[in-house]
């Protein structure tokens, strides 16, 4: 994805995916190894719903990937953790990313996250 030029340096990402879609995709063992990481895997493995968990991990993936627009960023590259309040945390590349925050939200049907990149102080990414 190319990078849109900001005046501001900020950009922001929006995905919002099908609950029932993701949940038909992670009955495939190479769709989760493609797509989250070990931690992630772990983490929705422990929810009763699993489906959501994943499909809000997901879209967040597809927001931050395009708040960034960086060319080789797999999905894999991002991984979305619970901080220690309960707030979603961005890694990229098991690295905390503190320049991207994002929002999850999701209802039975959909998920939907959105992610916004701050420019770093002193200068632009």
Known sequence: MPRVKSATGFALGLDIVEIARIGRSIRDPRFLKRVFTAQEIAYCRTKRLKAQ???VRFAAKEAVWKALGEAGLALKDVSIRRGPTGKPEVLLRGRPAPEVQVSLSHSDR????????????????
């Open 53 to 55: 968990h994943y499909a």
């Open 110 to 125: 959909y998920a939907a996250a959105v992610a916004l990149r701050i420019p770093r102080e002193g200068g632009r990414r």
